[in-house]
């Protein structure tokens, strides 16, 4: 399978402009082997600490590691490994490469069942030690609800690795599906993921998503509403520092009536780097009734930084609301000037306003716990920011 070619998408794809697909041009996509009993020593030194209430699954390199994780009591998480096992069908199109690569190169696919009416509190966390393939197939039984937090990290910081994930969700009717995802990569770290997600009739679903700390990453999602009133909001807050290039990609399709999206993103570039998210809301003829919201916002904090934010709508019936809006602008000079004249530090003060701008995302995460933990992660870009705003 590693013998055939990979073609990559081009910055002349529609979805694809603000890709940093030059690094991937030079990355090694056959995944690593299975590690070592030393290997997982070192990992299980540097993994954050355990999250109350949360059964934890590891992957490295997209390898279940029984030792590193906790059992999930009256839930279904298995890993089916076969190495005869033939990858399907390639799906057509750009959008759709980096999850045909997962399919051809993972080492398992880690299913998560969630019964009817049954409950799940879950961290995931993929450890990268070089280049590694995880796959999570996930199905949630009629009324049943999972708070799932997904944390990609890098074994070390100064390696090179390529993290390329795939999800595949189906939220079966009136299910509630809770997902944060924490991307806390090295410097030299490229990530990649695709989601795949259906809801069914009257399901409710929270993705909220931190990205930061990756040399390049692209985040790929399409979300389908396949049942009558089902409700979705999309949060993702990015950073961006140095050369480090940030792009997301979210695709909605509301296919039944009353569907209901919000979709908010929030990013920050600094220095030379780049942030970029396009949300594509197509609305069909059957989903009458349909309510949608865009906001996107990104805040530009250095002299050669970018930003790129792109609403769109795809409006096939005249029976919808849909609005959105789209901004980038630079920090506030006068709120600037407040916090100076109050003798706040100005490094300090500019960090409190970038901490502002993101906090509407960073809030909705499930967890005190987890606030904690990335408020942590984040005193690097934004030193000062969480010690005043947390005491």
């Known amino acids: ?26 990355a090694r996509f056959e995944p690593a082997p299975a590690p070592a009993a030393a290997q997982v020593k070192e990992i299980a030194a540097m993994l954050p600490a355990a999250l109350p ?29 076969d190495a005869d096992e033939k990858p399907g069908a390639d799906q057509p199109g750009a959008d759709q490469l980096f999850a045909n690569l997962n399919r051809r190169f993972r080492q398992g696919t880690c299913r998560i069942a969630v019964p009817a009416n049954a409950q799940l509190a879950l961290e995931v966390i993929c450890v990268a030690t070089a280049s590694s393939h995880p796959a999570l197939e996930i199905s949630l039984g009629h009324g049943a ?26 939220v079966g009717e009136h299910a509630e599906f809770e997902l944060a995802r924490i991307g806390q990569h090295g410097a030299k770290a490229q990530a990649l993921d695709t989601l795949e997600l259906q809801l069914g009739a009257g399901a409710a679903m929270k993705c909220v998503q931190i990205i930061e700390g990756a040399l390049a990453s692209r985040s790929t999602a399409f979300i ?7 409700s979705l909001e999309w949060h993702v807050a990015a950073l961006g520092e140095g050369i480090q290039q940030h792009d997301a990609f ?36 059957a989903a009458v009734g349909t309510q949608t919201d865009q906001s996107l916002k990104s805040l530009l904090a250095g002299s050669e930084a970018e930003a790129n934010v792109r609403p769109q709508l795809e409006i096939y019936t005249d029976a919808v609301k849909a609005s959105h809006g789209a901004t980038v602008g630079k920090l506030d000079a006068d709120m600037l000037f407040y916090l100076l004249s109050r003798g706040i530090p100005p490094a300090t003060a500019e960090s409190l306003l970038k901490w502002a701008f993101v906090s509407d995302v960073l809030a909705k995460l499930p967890s005190s716990d987890l606030r904690s933990q990335v408020a942590a992660a984040l005193e690097r870009q934004l030193p000062g920011a969480a010690t005043r705003t947390l005491s």
Not at 55 to 79: E, F, K, M, Y
Not at 224 to 230: P, S
Not at 271 to 276: C, E, F, K, N
Request: proline share 2%.
């Open 1 to 26: 399978m590693s013998a055939m070619p990979i073609v990559l998408p081009s910055n002349r794809d529609e979805n694809w402009k603000y890709a940093n697909l030059r690094a991937l041009a030079r």
């Open 250 to 285: 979210v695709h909605v399709t509301h296919a039944a009536p009353g569907a209901r999206t919000l979709q908010c993103f929030r990013g920050i570039a600094t220095g030379r780097s780049r942030v970029a998210f396009n949300g594509h809301m197509r609305i069909e003829v």
């Open 224 to 230: 389908e509403h396949v049942g009558r009133d089902a």
């Open 53 to 81: 209430g949360y059964a934890r699954l590891v992957l490295v390199d997209g390898q279940h590691v029984a030792a590193l994780s906790t059992a999930a009591a009256g839930i279904s998480i298995t890993q089916e490994v």
């Open 145 to 170: 609800k999972l708070q799932l937090i997904e944390r990609q990290l890098s074994a070390r910081s100064d390696q090179a690795t390529l993290v390329n994930l795939h999800l595949a969700a189906r």
